[in-house]
C-alpha cells in the first residue's frame, strides 16, 4: 500500500509533478502569475520569467495554462523543452501546433504562413496567441532570433505573438549582449523562494489538499528544520516531505519530528537534494 492511503490521505501529497491542484500560491509565485496575465492581457509581447531549479517555474506555467482554460479569446502554445537542432524546427512546432500545417515547401514559405496566421487570428478576429516556451535556458542563438523575429509582428496598438519565456538564470548570460532581443522584454520577473511561513503554509496546504483533516504530521520542529535545509524551495520542500512520509509509515510512528528530518538528511536521501549547498551547516543531533 503506498504510504499516503496508510495514512487516510486520498491522494499522495508530495507528488514531484506541477500539478495546478497542489500550487500553493507563494508571495512571489503569486505576483509573478499576476503580472504574466496582465501583459498576456495587455498583449505586451515578450515576457521573461527567471528562477533556480526547482522554484516552480514549470508549475507556474501550468497554472498560467489553467486560468485561461475555457476563454475562447486566447490560443495557447507550449513548448516545455525548446531543445530544437534548427530554427525551422521551433518554427514548424509553432505550425502544427497552432494547426497552420505541417508541410511547407521553404523556411520562408512557413514563416510566411505563421504572419498570416498571426495577423488573422490577433486583428480579425481577435484573439490573443500566446507561445510558452518552458526550459528557456536551452534556447539556441537562432531561435532567440527567431522569437525576436515573430515579435517584429504587430499592429499599431500590439503586438501579435505574445511570448512567454521561463527559465533559469543561464538564459540571462546567453541573452545580455543580444540587445535588440532584451530590449523588447516587458516583463522581466525573477522568481524568490519561499519564506518560513509560507513553507510551512504550502506543505499545510497539499496536506489538505490531499485529504488530511485537523492533524498534525509534523511538528514545529521538523517544519523549521525542513525550511532550514530547503531555504525555501518548493521542489526541496516537497521531497523532504516526501521521504519524511515514507519514514513515519516505515517507522510506526504517528508524527514526524526534528530527528526524521535530520535522519534524511545525514543518511544518504540528502544526495538527491545536491543543490542544498549548506547542508553541513545544519545541526546535526
Ligand atoms: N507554488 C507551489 N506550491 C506547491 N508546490 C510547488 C510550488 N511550486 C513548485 N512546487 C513543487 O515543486 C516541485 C518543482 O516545481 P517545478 O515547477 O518543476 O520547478 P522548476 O520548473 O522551477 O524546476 C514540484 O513538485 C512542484 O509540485
Ligand atoms: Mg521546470
Redesign the pocket.
Known amino acids: 500500500m503506498s504510504y499516503y492511503r496508510a495514512l487516510g490521505l486520498k491522494k499522495e501529497p508530495f507528488?514531484?509533478?506541477?500539478?495546478p491542484e497542489?500550487?500553493?500560491r507563494?508571495s512571489s509565485?503569486d505576483r509573478a502569475l499576476k503580472k504574466l496575465e496582465i501583459a498576456i492581457r495587455l498583449r505586451r509581447g515578450l515576457s521573461v520569467i527567471i528562477?533556480d531549479?526547482?522554484?516552480?517555474?514549470?508549475?507556474?506555467s501550468r497554472m498560467l495554462l489553467q486560468s485561461f482554460r475555457g476563454d475562447d479569446d486566447f490560443v495557447f502554445c507550449a513548448v516545455l523543452d525548446p531543445d530544437f537542432n534548427t530554427e525551422y524546427e521551433l518554427l514548424l512546432r509553432l505550425a502544427k501546433s497552432l494547426a497552420i500545417g505541417e508541410n511547407f515547401s521553404s523556411p520562408r514559405q512557413l514563416k510566411e504562413s505563421l504572419e498570416r496566421y498571426l495577423f488573422k487570428a490577433g486583428v480579425e478576429d481577435n484573439k490573443t496567441v500566446v507561445l510558452v516556451i518552458d526550459e528557456g535556458q536551452k534556447l539556441a542563438a537562432e531561435n532567440i532570433e527567431v522569437i525576436r523575429t515573430l515579435l517584429n509582428y504587430e499592429t499599431n496598438e500590439h503586438k501579435l505573438l505574445q511570448v512567454i519565456i521561463l527559465a533559469q538564470v543561464e538564459l540571462l548570460a546567453k541573452i545580455k549582449n543580444i540587445h535588440n532581443f532584451t530590449n523588447r522584454i516587458s516583463l522581466n520577473y525573477r522568481i524568490g523562494p519561499l519564506d518560513e511561513k509560507e513553507t510551512r503554509a504550502?506543505i499545510e496546504f497539499?496536506l489538505a489538499q490531499a485529504g488530511l483533516r485537523g492533524e498534525n504530521l509534523f511538528t514545529d520542529g521538523a517544519l523549521s528544520l525542513i525550511f532550514q535545509c530547503s531555504r525555501g524551495c518548493?521542489?526541496t520542500i516537497?521531497m523532504l516531505c516526501h521521504d519524511a512520509l515514507e519514514r513515519l509509515i516505515m517507522d510506526d510512528k504517528e508524527i514526524v519530528d526534528e530527528g526524521v528530518i535530520n535522519d534524511l538528511i545525514k543518511f544518504s536521501q540528502i544526495k538527491k537534494f545536491s543543490h542544498i549547498g549548506h547542508v553541513e551547516n545544519v545541526e546535526m543531533k
Open positions: 507528488s514531484t509533478s506541477p500539478d497542489f500550487f500553493y507563494s509565485h528562477g531549479v526547482g522554484l516552480g517555474k514549470t508549475t507556474l504550502m497539499r518548493p521542489r516537497t
